[in-house]
């Protein structure tokens, strides 16, 4: 596994730097600099997904070839994901697919997960609903495609800031890799490293200083990637809880919940779609990280933005700490999801509101400072 790890590294770094240097040299698949969800002001491709793509394919087949196991669920796998993959970067590269096409087709590939791989999902460790799912399998089916489209665009939602959306799917894949491990599922295991190993090479060109951004390619493969293998973890390993991977996932799936929830109370339904700049994250940049705000040198904004990232890195291991420590536990983890909501919504209401702790601040530097590094930005 170790000579997998490295390969897998080694082909996402590598692969990262060429994708960028083709995307500046034929000005392909760059993302906007204005907008209500950007804060940067350099041209970005945002074609991030394709070397995590290429890394993981390559690493899984390889790997699968080479140990002889796993071959036929390994390709199996890959073809469910090419619909979610192929939506995506068919955003990224025309920025004419929709969110409604790109919800379709990863609904898709989890049907096709669900013939392919038997990926099922029939029980939420809820007694009335577990009944009604294997009563009703049709039931089941339709949560199983809702699941997987609607984790896919979760991820997506926290993508643009540096180092967010990339840390906080590797995280996730990691605490679902232990726990694959902890019961014996390999499967899941080997699927779950490589999705890590194939995200850390693009993080070394994602942060700190966004060079490249995972795109709608990469956010919908990783989600709709993580989504699969959770519901694989769950349906073949009964003494997993369905709250685990719940929990692991559960920042950006509340993200998205929550700004439907918020857009729906202020504008109607015709407003639960669209975008805004209120998400916390959003809010995180303009309220609490105001360390290098002032500044014109432009290595400052995008160091501002990077370091926004930080803060919600701690707020999604509260919930993949617990996730991978009480994975076999389904009332403690929902006690954890029950508590990372109302800590979500605290925490939201206080930036909202100015009422957060001052410690929670990242004051900003000596003005004067701040002001003497603009004649080194105009130079370069």
């Known amino acids: 596994m170790l000579a997998y790890i490295v390969l897998g590294s080694l082909t996402s770094f590598w692969f990262t730097w060429l994708t960028i240097l083709l995307a500046h040299h034929h000005q392909v698949g760059s993302d906007e600099a204005s907008g209500v969800q950007k804060f940067h002001d350099h041209w970005v491709p945002r074609l991030g997904g394709v070397p995590v793509f290429v890394a993981f394919v390559t690493t899984l087949l390889l790997a699968a070839w080479l140990s002889n196991s796993q071959v036929d669920a390994s390709v199996r796998l890959l073809a469910c994901t090419l619909p979610a993959f192929g939506i995506g970067l068919l955003e990224d590269v025309t920025r004419r697919a929709g969110v409604s096409p790109r919800l379709l087709f990863t609904m898709i590939a989890a049907a096709i997960g669900w013939w392919l ?105 990783l989600g709709f990637l993580f989504a699969e293998m959770a519901i694989l973890l769950v349906y073949r390993n009964p003494g997993v809880s369905a709250w685990c991977p719940m929990l692991l996932m559960v920042y950006p799936v509340w993200e998205t919940v929550f700004s439907m929830i918020r857009r729906g109370s202020e504008g109607g339904l015709h407003r639960m779609g669209q975008p805004d700049a209120l998400h916390l994250h959003q809010l995180v940049y303009r309220r609490l990280m105001k360390r290098y705000i002032g500044s014109r040198d432009p290595q400052h904004r995008i160091l501002r933005n990077s370091l926004t990232s930080v803060y919600l890195w701690v707020l999604a291991l509260m919930s993949i700490v617990p996730a991978v420590l009480f994975w076999d536990q389904p009332v403690t983890l929902m006690l954890f999801a029950v508590l990372f909501v109302v800590s979500y919504g605290v925490l939201y209401t206080g930036i909202v509101r100015f009422r957060v702790p001052r410690w929670m601040v990242a004051a900003p530097l000596d003005p004067a400072r701040t002001l003497r590094s603009a004649p080194a930005a105009a130079n370069r």
């Open 117 to 221: 791989l038997d990926g099922r999902l029939q029980r939420l460790d809820l007694p009335l609903v577990d009944e009604l799912l294997l009563a009703f399998p049709l039931a089941a089916f339709a949560l199983t495609l809702f699941a997987a489209g609607g984790v896919a665009h979760a991820v997506n939602i926290i993508d643009g800031y540096n180092g967010l959306s990339g840390f906080v799917i590797a995280a996730a894949f990691a605490g679902m890799a232990l726990v694959a491990w902890q019961v014996g599922d390999a499967f899941v295991l080997r699927v779950s490293v490589l999705a890590v190993i194939s995200v850390a090479g693009f993080l070394a060109w994602n942060f700190p200083y966004g060079r490249i951004f995972l795109g709608d390619s990469g956010a919908y493969f």
